[in-house]
DNA sequence: TCGCTTATATTAAGTCTTTATATTAAAGCG
DNA sequence: CGCTTTAATATAAAGACTTAATATAAGCGA
């Protein structure tokens, strides 16, 4: 009974295979097509070795042999290489953005590219009406992710990841505090079970953190900087990264800025769209008959696109509510990066493109507070897409995870 | 010449040899001795595997084999297993917490156990006169550390890391700012340079960063709780933990409080005790015929420890001013938590041990701010000797990251 | 069309490292 | 002294990589 050995021994070196897997999918992901002498420069392992895994990680699905060898046209001698590319369509994912006034989804591929999208109204703007109850807003969302769907013309089958943004602070396990704050209830009712019935990945996130996120694709210049995201609308949040990477906690309090009220200059958490509407309604109250393009609007009726649409014709009340913004934006910088020793504070959300004025006075006001020459304070280029955005970068990041870490869990 | 082939291919499976040693290393680093057995479930290798990697790691110096095989006790029957022992004395390290007043070195083996210490006066607390210059202060440090060698009985050789505290920010690279604030470049007069002559490994850091170190060292409990070490003597400085790992960027910039100017009855980064001595004697020149146990001291005279001396007597003076510290404190701990979400906050220091009726009191008070009842704030029981520790702590982790990474280096 | 050149793909050793099994060694105990 | 127990060593087998040789797929020129 010695004669006959077990065939398998499974040794743990079947490791080494999974990391250097890990480095070829890594070098492609979201990339142009590969060739193997590419790749070798890359990871430093060998040609066979790389033909090896490129033939592995097609059959799992995630490259696909591109036909365009030659045409590449680096050389024109010799035997044209096999090219590798990253099957971007392998699965799809869908993000979210679950405001309070409009729910916003879009399907996108595994580079990121949008292919659907699709927006619902939620608690419209002007409404007193009390906010959606539970199952309608889960209704809305659902509603919603089927209309991208549709317009991208997918099934239900072809999306791997799931993630919502809410403006509510959610803890790891993608839940949201619980009686504190009635609103965070509404906003975030258990919506991590909505990925369950179609089975898939599914993540909920605060929209700060993921607005940071979107940040963080985008401005891969220096990788290893730090900031933070200021999603400034109604009320404040914000999105740190430090060094690449989004902090989180598992309570998903971080960013969370209600400590501002002990501020000076500050006082409250309130959004600078909200500080730009009641300041100006404060002013036209006292000065009813006021001159200049935002007398035209009254009291009630005015809103923070007023306000900066004025400051551009340059009308001195809206300047001067500009500058107070700024006052209040640079204070609540040095806040954040006297502390954090930040790179960059980027200004996002909607009203995002209207506040690169205030930014750039923000940014001369700072120095009186604190000195940080480096600092740079800028608004968002990605304006009302930030937070979808980084709800599908936050999307795909899970699935590169999961690909990389489980490998043929397709 | 076809026949004879290259004896050495050199592939990258050794990587995997390194991984191996990079794990039975880390389980031994510091512990009691292990067998092969132990490890064996530790790490989850076979015993083989695990024998030849202890086998290599003794010839390297970081192991030895240690007798007391069956006295340990665990069995008593068959062949007694080989126990392997962690070399605490492979080498030594050494911290130096260069604070203003004084410097304290301490020579410490791998396991982080002080074996000698010495300390030296730097600028004295009363005197008036500038302070040491730049090469009169790097004398003192290098006079201190071998004060702290002599008392341990070992030479230069014998050493293997320095690390120094500094009571000023420090970049990457060891270095503060210049020009900025001439205090800094006073405390870190280009220390990096220090350990070079002694062909040391060399760091610098900022005292508070290294205080939280020692924290995160002492309260492993909970390997993934997120903190912040307030070093609260005469001016306030912080370093943060968050999940187990000290957070830090290029310009050393972090956990600078420069930013608490602009908060509500804060409204400056001195310490609580230059607030309690300050406090005090605006007091005692107000009223000074005052009765109590403060009435006691001369308002010129007056310091934070006959505050809490008579504080803890029951003086109303000194409660006042303490129940005024533990409000200061209080709003510190608003900004830190509420913007990071901590698990608990450290009041650190050589005044620490003085300060936990204020802290306790500030628990008390942070609810009036912030809700966050999850949060600890507690004086730190390391006291005096925090930053020191952190200094070692940093040392240590330094020859294990060597260790680690670039094998046979000893 | 037939070689020749060039660049890549494939295949066949050879080595390293681990696992699995078998064998040997070192105790204690009756 | 033999038996039992537990650990260390030896040997074989398997996975994974590298090296080197060989095969393949072009383009180019005579």
Request: glycine share 8%.
């Given at each position: 009974?010695?004669?006959t050995?077990?065939?398998a021994?499974?040794?743990s070196?079947?490791?080494?295979?999974?990391?250097n897997?890990?480095?070829?999918?890594?070098?492609?992901?979201?990339?142009?097509?590969?060739?193997?002498?590419?790749?070798?420069h890359?990871?430093?392992l060998?040609?066979?070795?790389?033909?090896?895994?490129c033939?592995?990680?097609?059959?799992?699905?995630w490259?696909?042999?591109?036909?365009?060898?030659?045409?590449?046209?680096?050389?024109?001698?010799?035997?044209?290489?096999?090219r590798?590319?990253?099957?971007?369509d392998?699965?799809?994912?869908?993000?979210?953005?679950?405001?309070?006034h409009?729910?916003?989804?879009?399907v996108?591929?595994?580079?990121?590219v949008?292919?659907?999208?699709?927006?619902?109204?939620?608690n419209?703007?002007g409404?007193?009406?009390?906010p959606?109850?539970?199952?309608?807003?889960?209704?809305?969302?659902?509603?919603?992710?089927?209309?991208?769907?549709?317009?991208?013309?997918?099934?239900?089958?072809?999306?791997?990841?799931?993630v919502?943004?809410?403006?509510?602070p959610?803890?790891?396990?993608?839940?949201?505090?619980?009686g504190?704050?009635?609103?965070?209830?509404?906003?975030?009712?258990?919506?991590?079970s909505?990925?369950?019935?179609?089975g898939w990945?599914?993540?909920?996130?605060?929209?700060?953190?993921?607005?940071?996120?979107a940040?963080?694709?985008?401005?891969?210049?220096?990788?290893?900087?730090?900031?933070a995201?200021?999603?400034?609308?109604?009320?404040?949040?914000?999105g740190?990264?430090?060094e690449?990477?989004?902090?989180h906690?598992?309570?998903?309090?971080?960013?969370?800025?209600?400590?501002?009220?002990?501020?000076?200059?500050?006082?409250?958490?309130?959004?600078?769209g909200?500080?730009?509407r009641?300041?100006?309604?404060?002013?036209?109250?006292?000065t009813?008959?006021?001159?200049g393009?935002?007398g035209e609007?009254?009291?009630?009726?005015?809103?923070s696109?007023?306000?900066?649409?004025?400051?551009a014709?340059?009308?001195?009340?809206?300047?001067?509510?500009?500058?107070q913004?700024?006052?209040?934006?640079?204070r609540?910088?040095?806040?954040?990066?006297g502390?954090?020793?930040?790179?960059r504070?980027?200004?996002?959300?909607?009203?995002?493109?209207?506040?690169?004025?205030?930014?750039?006075?923000?940014?001369?006001?700072?120095?009186?507070y604190?000195?940080?020459?480096?600092?740079?304070?800028?608004?968002?280029?990605?304006?009302a897409?930030?937070?979808?955005?980084?709800?599908?970068?936050?999307?795909?990041?899970?699935?590169?995870?999961?690909?990389?870490?489980?490998?043929?869990?397709?």
């Open positions: 009974m010695s004669q050995r077990p065939p021994p499974a040794g070196s079947q490791l080494i295979r999974q990391l897997a890990q480095r070829v999918l890594s070098c492609m992901w979201g990339r142009e097509p590969s060739t193997a002498t590419e790749l070798m890359a990871t430093g060998t040609r066979a070795t790389i033909l090896t895994l033939r592995e990680l097609t059959e799992q699905g490259l696909e042999v591109s036909e365009n060898s030659r045409q590449a046209g680096q050389y024109t001698k010799g035997r044209p290489a096999l590798y590319a990253f099957r971007e392998a699965c799809h994912v869908i993000g979210v953005d679950a405001g309070l409009q729910v916003t989804a879009a996108a591929n595994l580079r990121g949008e292919v659907g999208c699709a927006t619902r109204e939620s419209p703007q409404s007193d009406a009390p959606q109850p539970a199952q309608e807003r889960r209704r809305t969302i659902l509603d919603t992710v089927d209309a991208a769907l549709a317009q991208a013309g997918l099934a239900h089958a072809d999306v791997a990841c799931l919502i943004a809410v403006p509510a959610v803890d790891s396990s993608g839940h949201s505090p619980k504190l704050n009635p609103f965070w209830s509404l906003m975030n009712p258990e919506l991590i909505l990925g369950a019935e179609h990945d599914c993540a909920v996130d605060n929209d700060a953190n993921l607005a940071a996120l940040e963080l694709d985008l401005q891969s210049s220096s990788l290893h900087d730090s900031f995201v200021i999603l400034s609308g109604e009320r404040l949040g914000a740190i990264v430090m690449g990477r989004l902090l906690q598992p309570r998903g309090g971080i960013g969370e800025l209600g400590m501002l009220d002990l501020v000076h200059g500050v006082e409250s958490a309130n959004g600078l909200w500080w730009a009641h300041l100006a309604r404060e002013a036209l109250q006292k009813p008959e006021l001159a393009p935002l609007v009254t009291a009630e009726a005015v809103t696109e007023h306000v900066f649409a004025a400051a014709q340059g009308d001195p009340l809206a300047r001067e509510i500009i500058d913004l700024a006052d209040r934006l640079a609540i910088c040095v806040v954040l990066s502390l954090l020793d930040l790179d504070i980027l200004v996002s959300g909607a009203i995002a493109p209207a506040l690169t004025d205030v930014a750039a006075l923000a940014k001369q006001k700072l120095a009186q604190l000195y940080a020459p480096w600092l740079q304070i800028e608004a968002s280029t990605l304006g897409d930030a937070v979808r955005r980084g709800a599908l970068r936050l999307a795909v990041d899970r699935i590169q995870d999961r690909a990389l870490n489980s490998g043929p869990g397709h």
